[in-house]
């Protein structure tokens, strides 16, 4: 049985992407608030020809909360579509160029992704995380010393340990659309996804931050897999608890109903064991999809939300 219960869920990418297939099993009241600084392919050129909202975290949103009907699922793919040329619209998806044209002729970001959502017939809303595109800057150490890297990508694929986080411009406005979602969720998910590139950059806006500590919403954060594979990027040999402390580093007031990790995460228990001394939840299911094994299960995840709903955030 579908809930109504309104879900607001935090992210970017593919990550964001997952929980919002998956909470579309659970609910049909899904407001998806995404990250705005996306600088690599497809929207790193557009945003540079346009000087707009980077298009692609949205583009995927809006995709996987496209109808499930004929409709819906045919947009949902041609949104997806990308080119393939030797030219300039190699690498553009369709879905990326739609947006573009709506914010070039002077629609608002908002109104723009409204007016989308109603030709793909989505399920929910997408918004962005910010009211204005930001710049992502992060200083990481490692053996041959501190490194100073700007951009999305560039600080989704460095390895080393995080010493600071940033964005450009600092102190931006959040959307009043984001903030009144939050205000009246009863559930807030953040992650799974690029931890230092598009989960915690929700906490540097300073109005969606303090809107998320004060939402009565139960919250729920969602661990990536993966967490100590030295070989993924911005993951670097992190523990599910380093993650966790890195995110409280940001949002010390922040306090999570639930935490999720997949039971094959290395540190699950040292995970639990923290958590058992600030009175959140610890869940450890299987979440890994079979056929990608870097990337959380839908319906494994649509599965647990149906669970955490009945069984552990009862009312």
């Known amino acids: 049985m579908i809930s109504q219960k309104k879900v607001v869920a935090l992210g970017g990418g593919h990550g964001l992407a997952a929980t919002l297939t998956a909470l579309r099993q659970f609910t049909t009241e ?44 045919s947009w949902a793919q041609i949104m997806q579509y990308r080119f393939t040329s030797t030219g300039e619209l190699n690498g553009h998806a369709v879905g990326n160029l739609l947006l573009a044209a709506l914010w070039d002729r002077d629609e608002d970001t908002v109104a723009g992704l409204d007016r989308v959502g109603a030709l793909l017939k989505v399920v929910g809303r997408v918004l962005p995380m910010a009211a204005q595109a930001l710049d992502i800057e992060a200083t990481f150490e490692d053996a041959s010393g501190t490194h100073i890297v700007r951009g999305q990508a560039e600080v989704a694929t460095t390895n080393g340990r995080l ?42 806006v300073p109005a969606q931050r303090a809107a998320l500590v004060a939402s009565p919403a139960k919250k729920i954060l969602l661990l990536n ?91």
Not at 59 to 72: I, P, Q
Not at 252 to 277: I, K, N, W, Y
Request: glycine share 8%.
């Open 30 to 73: 899904i407001t998806a608030i995404v990250t705005v600084a996306d600088n690599g392919g497809s929207s790193g050129r557009l945003r540079e020809e346009f000087s707009i909202m980077p298009p692609g975290d949205l583009r995927m949103a809006l995709a996987a909360l496209c109808s499930d009907d004929e409709w819906g699922s």
């Open 225 to 315: 897999l993966d967490s100590t594979d030295k070989s993924a990027g911005e993951y670097a040999g992190y523990s599910p608890l380093e993650h966790l402390m890195i995110l409280n580093e940001y949002a010390p007031d922040l306090v999570f109903d639930v935490v999720v990790v997949d039971v094959s995460s290395s540190g699950a228990e040292e995970l639990q064991r923290h958590l058992s001394t600030t009175g959140s939840e610890f869940i450890a299911a299987d979440l890994r999809s079979k056929s990608s094994p870097l990337h959380h299960d839908v319906n494994k995840l649509g599965q647990l939300f149906a669970h955490i709903d009945a069984e552990i955030l009862v009312g």
């Open 163 to 204: 010493k600071s986080l940033r964005i450009i411009p600092e102190n931006p406005d959040a959307r009043a659309e984001s903030i009144a979602a939050i205000t009246d969720a009863q559930w807030i998910t953040m992650g799974p996804g690029s931890w230092f590139s598009s989960v915690i950059p929700h906490l540097l």
